[in-house]
């Protein structure tokens, strides 16, 4: 290894990039990631709510996740890639009544291409008649906030 292979940062030394001695000119190398993703979506996307005036839900479980994800280095530059499948649990209260509610996003096709407009079907599996509609519309306010957390694990997925 050559000197100009380190970075030196105040923690110790770190590689400028991750390409292996073999490939200097840095075309193509693929590291699998699949299961640091799941690892950390699992705790990521848990937690996550929303507040409105007629109730709140939050997300209280990672159902599933399956697919792949791994890091591109191509050309020298670094880039997340994945596909999953997710099922996401919710739960919360909606109405005067606090009417308990729960339900799942499900993302059969989550990856970096969707990432800002995942497709996410919306369930709603408890609750009365009356607030399953009003949950269904809360819920969805959760896709944004599902997305901006994937997005946050994926970079820390790149930094690594």
């Not at 109730?55 to 890091?71: I, L, N």
């Not at 599996?125 to 994926?154: D, F, N, Y």
Request: some cysteine; hydrophobic content about 40%; charged content about 30%.
């Amino acid at each position: 290894l050559r000197s100009s292979h380190f970075c030196p940062l105040s923690s110790g030394l770190r590689w400028k990039t991750a390409m292996s001695v073999w490939n200097s000119a840095g075309t193509w190398e693929e590291k699998d990631t699949t299961a640091w993703l799941k690892e950390r979506l699992e705790k990521a996307l848990v937690g996550l709510g929303v507040e409105e005036n007629e109730g709140s839900v939050r997300t209280s479980k990672v159902a599933s996740c399956s697919g792949e994800a791994r890091v591109l280095n191509v050309r020298g530059r670094k880039r997340a890639g994945f596909e999953l499948e997710l099922v996401i649990k919710w739960e919360g209260t909606v109405g005067e009544s606090s009417d308990v509610v729960s339900g799942e996003l499900k993302y059969d096709d989550f990856s970096e291409t969707s990432l800002d407009e995942p497709e996410c079907n919306v369930v709603v599996q408890t609750g009365s008649a009356v607030a399953k509609p009003v949950a269904r519309r809360i819920a969805l306010l959760l896709i944004p906030r599902v997305s901006a957390a994937v997005k946050v694990v994926v970079d820390e997925m790149v930094a690594e």
